[in-house]
């Protein structure tokens, strides 16, 4: 079974993945990027409401996932509102 810490290491491997791409691969980079947010999101969903389930409903919409987390935690990331 799954728990919380399965999306901060796949966030890490995305990351890592980034750090090794060409310079001139943007495309792929902000991919990466972009992915890595996203499993970190879920991350912190999941730890939330205890329900990774619910975090992968959220599919690619990483939008969707911060404002959940928002909701669910007023002070979530205040510095990045």
């Not at 001139?24 to 990774?52: C, M, Q, R």
Request: some cysteine.
């Amino acid at each position: 079974m799954h728990k919380w810490y399965s999306f901060l290491w796949s966030g890490d491997e995305w990351l890592v993945a980034y750090s090794i791409l060409p310079l001139d691969l943007v495309s792929p980079a902000l991919f990466s990027i972009g992915h890595a947010l996203e499993l970190y999101l879920k991350a912190a969903n999941t730890k939330l409401t205890g329900d990774i389930d619910r975090a992968i409903k959220f599919q690619h919409n990483i939008k969707s996932i911060w404002d959940n987390c928002k909701l669910l935690d007023e002070n979530f990331l205040p510095s990045y509102e």
